[in-house]
């Protein structure tokens, strides 16, 4: 099962196009309904999206108005809901796994109305990532771009409890060992982080402590946009010994951050 998110602040907006039918499988689905879903005084608040002038037959569409940082959206049958957990998400139906892979799209744009520039991505964040904890790290060369005016990560997570915990992401210099820059990010939020393009180096990192979550590059040329997401840095490193080699690297960069 898959979550699906925007994010609504003074920088962007977004945009969500979910489609009602599964890969492979033309015809749309008509009792599966689309869901909000928000932390609220330790519980998930639930509520079912209803038909609008962005809804059709094959998708579901909906823009800022209807999206916060702290909502998740998700696709399911009412009677998938019945004697729910109201303190911790589930993974409620299998109609979004798919092969290939079910996507839907996210679509970011200015708040500032006389930027006129646009970018889409992939909104899916699997359930199997609600449940763990762990650590992101990236390299943040890899897709932030220098030449750009400004660079952007925004980190969402989506975590199991209805909660809203602070947490840290830092960027680390691993050839000077030390912290360049240390933020403050939240649980089951759609966070977004200015990127100093003097940081966009190979030896500078970005990494998230205790939490995981998808963190997306947005560069900003000219009044357009750019969006990209980042991959694991074992991705990157051609040899047999790649996960060994990573490992040893995190464990540099926590030696730093600690």
Known sequence: MNYFFGINNDVFKSKLTIPKFQNRIPNTNKDIQLFKCYPDKNEWKIEEMHKGNGFSN?????????????????????DDLNNRDKQKLDNYNNFTDTTPSYRANFEIYFTDKNKLGFSSYQSEYPYNMTKIKGSIFTSVSSIGNREAEKNYILLRNIFEKPIHQVFNAYLVDIKKKCVLENFKLKTNYSNLLKLKNEYIKPEVYFITDKFLGIPIYISEKNGHLSMEHTHPPHTHILSGNKFNLVKNLKERVHEIIS
């Open 58 to 78: 094959n998708f579901f569409i909906f823009d800022n108005s209807e999206i916060k940082n702290e909502d998740i959206f998700f696709l399911s049958k009412k």
